[in-house]
């Protein structure tokens, strides 16, 4: 299984070059559009567009082999570690953009979304990586086909939810401003109410997809520690990320919280969320922090 755990690597690796060049080609069509008027040079803008989120679309396959291959190579599912997670739950976000993008219009936030992938899977790859070994005793279970893929799906949605907060911030700027470069940049977005009503659309499906997470890992961790709950880190900061995101949805149905409050309310929960995979997994002492040893102590001798 060797050589296939170097397929997989040589995938992912090859997925991330994808990406710098999808993102390239975003960035061409975004410095073309900010210094055009209308007319002009549009079709060679579009191209780059184009040419954009088909390189996306090939990452993401590519990506996709990656992760499936991972899995042979290691004999179980690939979220055992957080290399495997995090090239996982990047894989979901790419999946509803290309999705999203086939009924809207995405191309202009192409580049944010590439950006976000590179990073993370270099990350990945160099910060994060792990052997593919074979798995931990303790997460040799039947609950780590249940309890992760919820937290990978909730991760993957709440990702897209505060990145498409961001732009709902860069649109509702522009407007006081609709002359000015991030006036021009975002003009093809949606409207800023049509972006904060799909923010929280998809905030509210990664908020049930968290609760359940919450309550698998509860029983998980009654059938190995024979106790649902310890006030663990890695615990205690999943009940925050789940706080923030209801006191969002709370807010947003009771309190009439909409415009820049919502937003930055998704952005701090999707904030807590990244604490909570790359802090205190490996920082904060935690039955939860299995790849300390392996990843961060090496970083630190």
């Given at each position: 299984?060797?050589?296939?755990?170097?397929?997989?690597t040589?995938?992912?690796?090859?997925?991330?070059?994808?990406?710098?060049?999808?993102?390239?080609?975003?960035?061409?069509?975004?410095?073309?559009?900010?210094?055009?008027?209308e007319?002009?040079?549009?079709?060679?803008?579009?191209?780059?567009?184009?040419?954009?989120?088909?390189?996306?679309?090939?990452?993401?396959?590519?990506?996709?082999?990656?992760?499936v291959?991972?899995?042979?190579?290691?004999?179980?599912?690939?979220?055992?570690?957080?290399?495997?997670?995090?090239?996982?739950?990047?894989?979901?976000?790419?999946?509803?953009?290309?999705?999203?993008?086939?009924?809207?219009?995405?191309?202009d936030?192409?580049?944010?979304?590439?950006?976000?992938?590179?990073?993370?899977?270099?990350?990945?790859?160099?910060?994060?990586?792990?052997?593919?070994?074979?798995?931990?005793?303790?997460?040799?279970?039947?609950?780590?086909?249940i309890?992760?893929?919820?937290?990978?799906?909730?991760?993957?949605?709440?990702?897209?939810?505060?990145?498409?907060?961001?732009?709902?911030?860069?649109?509702?700027?522009?407007?006081?401003?609709?002359?000015?470069?991030?006036?021009?940049?975002?003009e093809?977005?949606?409207?800023?109410?049509?972006?904060?009503?799909?923010?929280?659309?998809?905030?509210?499906v990664?908020?049930?997809?968290?609760?359940?997470?919450?309550?698998?890992?509860?029983?998980?961790?009654?059938?190995?520690?024979?106790?649902?709950?310890?006030?663990?880190?890695?615990?205690?900061?999943s009940?925050?990320?789940?706080?923030?995101?209801?006191?969002?949805?709370?807010?947003?149905?009771?309190?009439?919280?909409?415009?820049?409050?919502?937003?930055?309310l998704?952005?701090?929960?999707?904030?807590?969320?990244?604490?909570?995979?790359?802090?205190?997994?490996?920082?904060?002492?935690?039955?939860?922090?299995?790849?300390?040893?392996?990843?961060?102590?090496?970083?630190?001798?």
């Amino acid at each position: 299984m060797q050589n296939l755990e170097q397929v997989s690597t040589l995938v992912v690796y090859g997925a991330i070059a994808a990406f710098i060049v999808a993102m390239i080609a975003f960035a061409i069509d975004i410095s073309a559009r900010s210094d055009r008027r209308e007319g002009g040079n549009a079709p060679a803008r579009r191209r780059a567009a184009g040419a954009g989120m088909a390189v996306t679309m090939l990452a993401t396959i590519l990506l996709g082999i990656g992760v499936v291959t991972r899995g042979f190579a290691a004999g179980h599912v690939p979220w055992s570690n957080m290399y495997e997670f995090t090239i996982s739950f990047t894989f979901v976000s790419l999946v509803i953009f290309l999705v999203l993008s086939a009924r809207r219009d995405l191309r202009d936030v192409g580049v944010l979304m590439t950006l976000g992938a590179s990073v993370l899977l270099g990350i990945a790859v160099v910060v994060l990586y792990t052997r593919a070994d074979g798995i931990a005793p303790i997460l040799d279970h039947y609950w780590l086909a249940i309890h992760v893929p919820l937290a990978i799906g909730g991760v993957g949605v709440f990702g897209v939810a505060a990145l498409i907060a961001v732009l709902q911030l860069m649109k509702d700027r522009a407007g006081a401003e609709p002359t000015s470069r991030l006036g021009h940049l975002t003009e093809r977005l949606p409207s800023v109410g049509s972006l904060e009503r799909l923010a929280h659309r998809f905030t509210a499906v990664g908020f049930v997809l968290w609760t359940f997470t919450i309550i698998a890992g509860a029983i998980w961790a009654n059938s190995a520690w024979t106790r649902p709950w310890g006030w663990d880190a890695k615990e205690v900061w999943s009940f925050v990320i789940w706080v923030i995101f209801a006191a969002y949805l709370h807010a947003r149905a009771t309190r009439g919280w909409t415009g820049r409050r919502s937003a930055y309310l998704i952005l701090t929960g999707f904030i807590a969320i990244l604490i909570n995979l790359f802090v205190i997994n490996y920082f904060v002492p935690s039955k939860h922090s299995y790849a300390l040893a392996e990843v961060v102590l090496p970083l630190l001798s």
